[in-house]
């Protein structure tokens, strides 16, 4: 199985800067995706960013230019650099792992989660 252990939520004011990072550890094959997403009170769980093994990205359009995702393949750990944060960025924030098993099986972890709130 795979664990993910993430952190560094916690509140900002508005226009400040966070940095999250999640590190996978267990059964790790070498193609994989780990992305973050994020899901609001009352609202469904949404992706905020995801990065390839290889390094391919992709991000929500509400945080263009504002957040960058990056990773290393080393430590098997992402990071989320979070800046010009806004009060709609306020969320638990949860960490994804997808790869494919040995029997060619599509398989996801989370981790717990962790809270970002940008309050004034």
């Known amino acids: 199985q795979v664990r993910l252990v993430e952190s560094g939520g916690g509140l900002v004011q508005p226009g400040g800067s966070l940095r999250l990072s999640c590190a996978a550890s267990?059964?790790?094959?070498?193609?994989?995706?780990m992305g973050w997403y994020r899901q609001a009170p009352g609202k469904q769980r949404e992706l905020v960013a995801h990065?390839?093994?290889?390094?391919?990205?992709n991000y929500a359009d509400s945080v263009k230019g504002r957040f960058t995702i990056s990773r290393d393949n080393a430590k098997n750990t992402v990071y989320l650099q979070m800046n010009s944060l806004k009060p709609d960025d306020t969320a638990v924030y949860y960490c994804r792992f997808e790869q494919i098993s040995n029997s060619h099986r599509e398989v996801d972890y989370w981790g717990q989660g962790t809270q970002v709130t940008v309050s004034s």
């Open positions: 990065v390839t093994s290889g390094g391919r990205t």
């Open positions: 267990g059964v790790i094959f070498r193609n994989n995706v």
